[in-house]
Nanobody, 118 residues
Framework: VQLQASGGGLVQAGGSLRLSCAAS????????MGWFRQAPGKEREFVGT??????STDYADSAKGRFTISRDKNTVYLQMDSLKPEDTAVYYC??????????????WGQGTLVTVSS
């Protein structure tokens, strides 16, 4: 099983980025796909999730109204708009079974760095 995150980079505050997470190696029906981030010196935190089968989404308060998670076939996207310097972090995609806490998700990608300059 592999989750390959990509799309990070340097962007100015107010700009946009779209991250991609290519999932392979198994069927993910019954799984939740999530995005998480870890800023320097901070703990990893939840950004948002999407159910693989039904497409329902959930977002952290910090992401609501600015970030959108979607899925197309075997790729999960994180569209990030109106980026702020505090969004600077390594972003990870992950997959876990319904009902499991995100800290226990089964599969994690390698992370992609997003840097937002002021």
């Amino acid at each position: 099983v592999q989750l390959q995150a990509s799309g990070g980079g340097l962007v100015q505050a107010g700009g946009s980025l779209r991250l991609s997470c290519a999932a392979s190696g198994r069927t993910f029906s019954g799984y939740i796909m999530g995005w998480f981030r870890q800023a320097p010196g901070k703990e990893r935190e939840f950004v948002g999730t999407i159910s693989w089968s039904g497409g329902s989404t959930d977002y952290a308060d910090s992401a609501k109204g600015r970030f959108t998670i979607s899925r197309d076939k075997n790729t999960v996207y994180l569209q990030m708009d109106s980026l702020k310097p505090e969004d600077t972090a390594v972003y990870y995609c992950a997959a876990g079974r319904y009902g499991s806490p995100w800290q226990s998700y089964d599969y994690w990608g390698q992370g992609t760095l997003v840097t937002v300059s002021s």
